[in-house]
């Protein structure tokens, strides 16, 4: 059958080293009370070659949950008391470049991250951030399973992963149980919560900034994660003066690489043997609720609050489109920033991108599902 190719985002080659044959399972970040109700939505679908996992995850939620506990009465009233500064939130479909963005945006010292132990053990990390740091980088592979981008417990990462383990409807959890049918379907978007829902989930997201912030000295955080693209009205009303930025990418080239994702997170993360039932169906649903809810959202948006860029542009001239993304945000000093993307962009001159296929019937269906975002965006 006649394809296309499609490129991933730009990664550095693999290095040839020993295969990995473990590393722990995101869902051993969960307490107690997140874990049980995970189980009982799924029906307790563990099927027996990932009991072991699953004991493993038992044990350590409640440790999470007794660490929680011991976090709240050390530093409850502190955290309770910071003050947070409006975020700069990264957002775009997966795939398209929110990674290398926010790489790039954090190299100005001025702003903030939560890193993988916020992100992956935040019942905990206010805690135990150090400790992971220092004695637990042997737990984890040195590069991302989906793009061989570096990893560790330092690195920047997404906040819906810790938002998922601190009990949140997300999307992510699908991959717990990839051969089920999604739990939270309203959750992308937020429009499956009540209001006592989504009042409650403003409260844990909130509460999850502030540890961040207690860690990092109260910098003004800069936060990824493309879920928050479908949440824009929720997190306006929560942050008026946040600042937004949105990279796009080519749609044929971001289907591939979301299928390649959601693949590599089930078969990683999963508690089930994955056989993918409507994986395709998902990328392309959650693409439409990405983009139209991004599209109704434009209005609310202030002059100096909201960047665009697409990813073509960054990966060609990262120096200017920073650029432009500082002056279009208002946001001053890039001067003093400049140097650091010009030695990041040498530091990763090599990097190549992942190639993927799309058979004709593939295309199609993109054009036909997406067509009026891929002629939005000028990729006709």
Request: hydrophobic residues 40%; aromatic residues 12%; glycine residues 4%.
């Amino acid at each position: 059958m006649p394809t296309t190719a499609a490129t991933d985002a730009a990664a550095p080659p693999p290095k040839k080293v020993r295969k990995r044959e473990w590393a722990p399972r995101l869902w051993e970040g969960c307490d107690l009370f997140t874990w049980l109700r995970l189980l009982k939505d799924n029906g307790y679908a563990v099927q027996p070659p990932y009991w072991y996992i699953a004991a493993i995850v038992s044990a350590n939620s409640v440790t999470n949950t007794v660490l929680r506990w011991c976090l709240n009465a050390a530093h409850g009233a502190r955290v309770r008391e910071t003050k947070l500064e409006a975020p700069i939130f990264v957002i775009g479909h997966w795939r398209t470049g929110t990674t290398l963005l926010h790489e790039l945006l954090i190299r100005d010292t001025r702003f903030g991250f939560p890193d993988m132990q916020d992100c992956f053990n935040p019942q905990h990390a206010l805690l135990t951030n150090q400790l992971f740091k220092r004695y637990a980088s042997w737990l984890l592979p040195d590069k991302r399973p989906m793009d061989n981008m570096p990893f560790g417990w330092e690195r920047p990462q997404e906040d819906e992963f810790a938002l998922a383990l601190l009990g949140l409807p997300s999307t992510y959890t699908d991959f717990a149980f990839p051969d089920r049918e999604p739990k939270d379907r309203g959750a992308l978007d937020l429009s499956g919560l009540t209001p006592k829902q989504l009042t409650h989930w403003k409260r844990v997201f909130v509460r999850f900034l502030q540890e961040v912030t207690v860690r990092i000295g109260g910098k003004r955080l800069v936060l990824k994660s493309p879920p928050h693209t479908a949440r824009i009205p929720v997190l306006l009303d929560v942050f008026p003066d946040a600042k937004f930025v949105h990279i796009v990418r080519d749609p044929r080239a971001v289907f591939p690489s979301t299928v390649n994702l959601w693949k590599t997170l089930a078969r990683g993360h999963g508690l089930q043997r994955p056989r993918f039932p409507g994986l395709e169906e998902k990328v392309l649903r959650e693409f439409r609720v990405i983009y139209d809810r991004l599209e109704e959202a434009r209005p609310l948006f202030k002059p100096g609050q909201f960047a665009e860029l697409r990813y073509e542009e960054l990966v060609r001239e990262p120096v200017t489109a920073l650029e432009q993304v500082y002056t279009t945000l208002e946001i001053d000093g890039y001067e003093t920033v400049r140097p650091k993307i010009e030695e990041y962009q040498r530091q990763n001159a090599n990097y190549e991108r992942n190639k993927f296929l799309l058979t004709d019937a593939q295309q199609a269906l993109i054009a036909d599902r997406w067509g009026d975002v891929i002629r939005r965006y000028g990729y006709e």
